[in-house]
């Protein structure tokens, strides 16, 4: 996401809340933070009011703990908790800085518990998501300087896996992020969330620290 804060499940869900629908989304908190590791493809579909096409972003995502490492064609980001290098391939350029939740905005952790918010939450209905059966809850958060005004979370009726969401924003705009689950546990080396700037010596390199 992301993280964002990761894993205390609506503590402070508004009491107008739909029960059922604060106890499946509980649910699948805790199947996610029982797992040592995660490993995710993602899509992510922008669809822009002004704007007839859509914007889409592929790529991988990797979390443990306050580690993760993402990837996409444009850019791969590696963070250890303290540090955050982002490689951007095209540019042949590697920016490193200290790594700040609340100066990087968006998270890679939140995509798997951003309810951990205060909202009003309720379910919408059963449909489908990416061909599979779920259940769709609508999110409104209870803050009213949020740019989004409502999100959507679709959750696997079978697995309780979360298999994506849909931010709708203020200004028009539609965010839609599918998850595709590749792996529990099984990340055991803690390299992957780290870059050796020394293995792209043709690198430019901007150290932020």
């Not at 918010?117 to 998501?129: C, P, V």
């Not at 009726?157 to 998850?179: A, I, V």
């Not at 590749?182 to 043709?202: A, E, H, Q, Y």
Request: hydrophobic letters at 35%.
């Amino acid at each position: 996401m992301i993280l964002f804060i990761l894993w205390t499940l609506l503590q402070t869900a508004n009491t107008s809340s739909d029960p059922n629908a604060v106890a499946l989304l509980k649910k699948t908190s805790a199947k996610y933070k029982a797992y040592s590791s995660i490993e995710t493809s993602f899509t992510i579909k922008v669809d822009l009011p002004d704007n007839p096409n859509d914007q889409n972003i592929q790529g991988k995502l990797t979390i443990k703990g306050s580690k993760f490492y993402l990837s996409t064609p444009e850019m791969n980001s590696y963070c250890d908790g303290k540090t955050i290098w982002n490689h951007l391939p095209n540019d042949n350029q590697i920016q490193i800085s200290q790594y700040t939740k609340s100066e990087q905005g968006f998270d890679p952790q939140d995509i798997f518990t951003i309810w951990d918010k205060e909202f009003t939450t309720r379910i919408k209905e059963s449909g489908t998501f990416n061909s599979k059966a779920a259940t769709i809850l609508e999110l409104f958060p209870i803050k009213k300087n949020e740019s989004y005004f409502k999100l959507e979370v679709y959750i696997e009726k079978s697995t309780n896996n979360l298999l994506g969401l849909k931010m709708f924003e203020k200004n028009g705009t539609k965010t839609t992020y599918s998850l595709t689950l590749l792996g529990v546990n099984r990340i055991k080396d803690d390299s992957v969330f780290t870059l050796n700037v020394k293995n792209f010596p043709k690198a430019e390199i901007i150290d932020l620290r």
